[in-house]
């Protein structure tokens, strides 16, 4: 099956943390340039947050630089995001998916999409 399940989003107060958890399924083994962390607010478009390849490589969106940290568990198969410092602009539905481009900082780079997390940060 092809699967991307995320998981580790709820509810926290401004300046709180939340670790976000995406599956993957053992169908890509490896087989992927790059992974990467989205989210989308209502009303707004998908934008990327951050972006880890295979190489260990990772990127981030400004906003995110600092506070956010991706990391890839090969043992696991398993896609993390590390939130720190949350602030209620970070209200969302965070999605990872799986790119066909060295870096997954595009939503049109995206081949595979989970189904989301929703994340929700109060003042």
């Known amino acids: 099956a092809v699967d991307l399940v995320e998981s580790g989003g709820g509810g926290v107060e401004t300046g709180g943390s939340l670790t976000l958890s995406c599956a993957v399924s053992?169908?890509?083994?490896?087989?992927?340039?790059?992974m990467g962390w989205f989210r989308q607010a209502p009303g707004k478009e998908r934008e990327a947050v951050a972006s880890y390849s295979k190489s260990g490589r990772t990127r981030y969106q400004d906003s995110a630089q600092g506070r956010f940290t991706i990391t890839f568990d090969n043992l696991k198969n398993a896609l993390y995001l590390e939130m720190k410092s949350l602030k209620p602009e970070d209200t969302a539905t965070y999605y990872c998916a799986i790119c066909g481009d060295d870096y997954c900082v595009s939503r049109y780079a995206a081949d595979y999409w989970g189904s989301g997390t929703q994340v929700t940060v109060s003042s």
């Open positions: 053992r169908f890509f083994n490896g087989r992927w340039p790059s």
